[in-house]
């Protein structure tokens, strides 16, 4: 099994830095010539089955992929992103700053939101899923950055803080290979090279 991980490109709140979490979020001028270059650099890589998330700067990164696709693109809820409850549309940096200080950051769940923890069983989910139905498939997953990494983490069997550590920028490319005994091989990681140095994303953080 070939599993490809994508996440979105740039938004107007990355930009400004704003958390996004389940907010639909708009797609900037670098975002959407961003997702053009993963639609090229996808293009001659035909897959089987065809995942994105039902949020808009997910689902419009998708769309711009799927033009060169012949699988049918199927949203489901289980790659949203995290969901940040009250805390939503707020300053990223000050969230995240704040969050990583706490006793146990991977298990705070801010009011109507989920946790870390959260995520990653969410992840687990959908990995599980895909895993068993097309097992000796290729599929593409396009997603958000928070839930592609706890993907990243459950098929490589990592911790949820292992996986909170996991770079994933703007419109990079991840592929792993599955074998029949779940074994996991990372073969691309965190890819931008597709984009040039003049789409590459600069984020205000690290966190």
């Given at each position: 099994m070939i599993i490809t991980l994508v996440r979105h490109g740039e938004t107007t709140a990355n930009e400004s830095d704003d958390l996004q979490g389940q907010l639909p979020g708009e797609l900037s001028e670098k975002g959407v010539a961003q997702s053009h270059a993963l639609a090229k650099e996808l293009k001659d890589h035909q897959f089987d089955f065809f995942f994105s998330t039902d949020l808009k700067r997910?689902?419009?990164?998708?769309?711009?992929?799927?033009?060169?696709?012949?699988?049918?693109?199927?949203?489901?809820?289980?790659?949203?992103?995290?969901?940040?409850?009250?805390?939503?549309?707020?300053?990223?940096?000050?969230?995240?700053?704040?969050?990583?200080?706490?006793?146990?950051?991977?298990?705070?769940?801010?009011?109507?939101?989920?946790?870390?923890?959260?995520?990653?069983?969410?992840?687990?989910?959908?990995?599980?899923?895909?895993?068993?139905?097309?097992?000796?498939?290729?599929?593409?997953?396009?997603?958000?950055?928070?839930?592609?990494?706890?993907?990243?983490?459950?098929?490589?069997?990592?911790?949820?803080?292992?996986?909170?550590?996991?770079?994933?920028s703007n419109a990079c490319i991840n592929v792993l290979h599955v074998d029949e005994d779940s074994q996991c091989r990372l073969v691309k990681f965190n890819d931008v090279s597709h984009l040039g140095d003049e789409l590459k994303s600069n984020n205000k953080s690290e966190l």
């Open positions: 997910g689902l419009d990164t998708a769309k711009a992929i799927a033009q060169f696709q012949d699988a049918p693109l199927v949203t489901d809820p289980l790659l949203r992103e995290r969901n940040f409850g009250i805390y939503q549309g707020t300053n990223r940096t000050k969230f995240y700053t704040h969050e990583r200080s706490l006793p146990d950051p991977f298990s705070h769940k801010p009011e109507k939101g989920e946790s870390f923890a959260d995520l990653y069983n969410r992840a687990a989910l959908f990995v599980r899923k895909i895993k068993k139905e097309y097992s000796d498939r290729s599929v593409l997953v396009v997603s958000h950055g928070d839930i592609v990494r706890m993907c990243l983490g459950v098929l490589q069997g990592l911790t949820v803080e292992e996986s909170c550590r996991l770079r994933q």
